[in-house]
């Protein structure tokens, strides 16, 4: 099936039929658009619509939410929302480091959820691969563990600091 070629009838050019997308009604059940001319047509349809793709991104968020979580938690942390949901039950709830329930709260109220901590040593930024994922923290617990660069030494320094003062 490899050797098949197929011309795209946006661009005309005759390419190999991996080169389009799957479509289960086309002729060899792919789409008559190479999957180039298809990205192109859809980057420019969704800046000539957002409004209207937003508003579809949501209703279909809101009826899909599991899975829109799921999405959402395997794009940032490497873990699916059913992980996120077993640890935080391991967890009862509560921050892992301070046995604390979260306790920020969004503008309408709402409490946010616990953070997923991850070692920044496998993976910069904010985004993990999944395996490096530490536990669910509070935003004071897992604030304080980034502003220290997860360095052991410097807060073992500072608990021997505040025991010392808390001595004076």
Not at 72 to 96: H, P, R, T, W
Not at 101 to 117: F, H, Y
Request: aromatic share 10%; net charge positive; glycine share 4%.
């Amino acid at each position: 099936m490899n050797n098949i070629t197929k011309r795209c009838t946006q661009c005309s050019l005759e390419v190999s039929i991996s080169d389009f997308s799957p479509q289960k009604f086309g002729k060899h059940g792919v789409k008559s658009w190479c999957k180039q001319c298809s990205n192109k047509h859809n980057r420019i349809y969704s800046k000539k619509n957002l409004a209207k793709r937003n508003e579809y991104n949501k209703k279909w968020a809101e009826k899909n939410w599991d899975k829109f979580q799921d999405r959402k938690f395997v794009y940032k942390y490497g873990i699916s929302y059913s992980v996120y949901l077993e640890m935080l039950d391991e967890q009862n709830n509560v921050c892992a480091i301070c046995a604390e329930p979260e306790s920020r709260t969004t503008k309408n109220g709402q409490t946010l959820w616990l953070s997923v901590d991850h070692d920044h040593s496998c993976c910069l930024g904010e985004k993990s691969c999944g395996k490096c994922v530490r536990g669910l923290l509070c935003w004071r617990c897992n604030t304080s563990i980034g502003k220290f660069n997860d360095d052991v030494y410097l807060i073992e320094k500072i608990i021997t600091y505040l025991k010392r003062k808390k001595n004076d």
